[in-house]
């Protein structure tokens, strides 16, 4: 059952070619019926958000603060790719009543994740290649379990110490991770050739999470990027 004092709230940032998706995805919530909070900032950041140059995806950071500030505390942040297909209210539920919802696929939190982020939580490569990555497309958060409020302080405390920085694709990456990501900066992550780069909030939060137990969730059935 949902918390009955939950504030729901949809976040979306979007900048440049990401502009049209985001209309889709804003589209695509008036035809499911979302009738709850959207937060959604269009060519622009939220409050206090550096740039995706400067620290990237450091603005899912300051779009959730900016909505526990407005009274929010059930919270789905979907990137702008993303198309609602039906009505979000058990996947709330889950959020609200499991405290967070975090999806993984089949990706290594050991291929993603920089050696300076790895070892600031006390993970091996070793280790980190039995771990899931999660998904950032899809991060749902309720702020009413004392687990999800410690989340975002460390992932925050986290972004402060610079553990976000880093190339997103290593030398390493195999050729047909990199035909995926055109355009993606390329450079030196770390010596290890399991190491295909960093993915920034994913892999620092996928460090957060596996220390905290935070389970993951299969992505079927929960998102559609098409």
């Not at 993915?199 to 935070?214: N, P, Y």
């Amino acid at each position: 059952m949902s918390t009955p004092s939950a504030s729901r709230c949809i976040l979306s940032v979007a900048t440049d070619r990401y502009v049209g998706l985001q209309k889709r995805l804003l589209q695509s919530l008036a035809t499911a019926d979302w009738r709850d909070a959207i937060l959604s900032w269009t060519d622009a950041l939220p409050p206090g958000s550096p740039t995706h140059a400067e620290v990237p995806y450091a603005f899912k950071l300051f779009a959730i603060r900016e909505a526990l500030r407005r009274g929010h505390t059930s919270l789905l942040w979907l990137d702008s790719p993303c198309r609602v297909a039906q009505s979000l209210d058990s996947i709330f539920e889950r959020i609200e009543s499991e405290g967070h919802l975090f999806v993984g696929g089949d990706d290594r939190l050991g291929n993603w994740a920089n050696d300076e982020c790895l070892a600031a939580f006390g993970f091996s490569r070793n280790e980190a290649m039995g771990l899931k990555l999660m998904n950032g497309t899809f991060i749902g958060l309720d702020f009413s379990h004392e687990r999800t409020r410690t989340w975002i302080e460390e992932i925050e405390r986290s972004y402060a110490r610079g553990l976000f920085q880093g190339f997103y694709l290593s030398e390493h990456a195999p050729t047909a991770v990199r035909a995926a990501k055109p355009g993606k900066p390329v450079g030196f992550v770390s010596a290890d050739p399991r190491c295909w780069g960093h993915r920034h909030d994913e892999a620092v939060g996928s460090c957060i999470a596996h220390r905290q137990g935070m389970a993951f969730t299969a992505p079927d059935g929960f998102f559609d990027l098409g």
